[in-house]
């Protein structure tokens, strides 16, 4: 992979980590109100598409509030060492 192509996936990685970040940083009553209203645009969803999207939503924002998103942490981690050894070069 070339070295641009990869800062491009970094870069996306990264922006996704901080996102979630800042999601998981917020206040628990804060997080409950956003979630309580995608679900209520969920149940007002005219179209099943727009439905299956507010609740794949609901299960993404449910999901990077446990420790699943640690993934994204490892991999960030793996992309500074990365980096680090290019600037070495």
Known sequence: MKSKDRLIEIRTRWKATQAVELWRSL????CKA???EIEEA????TSAKQ???L?????VLDFVS????LGLWNQ???DIAWLLAQLDE
């Not at 969920?42 to 969803?45: G, L, S």
């Open 42 to 45: 969920a149940r007002e969803a």
């Open 66 to 69: 446990s420790d699943g998103a």
């Open 76 to 78: 960030a981690i793996s």
């Open 27 to 30: 206040p628990e009553s804060d």
């Open 55 to 59: 609740t794949a939503a609901l299960d």
């Open 34 to 36: 956003v979630l309580a």
């Open 51 to 53: 439905k299956k999207g």
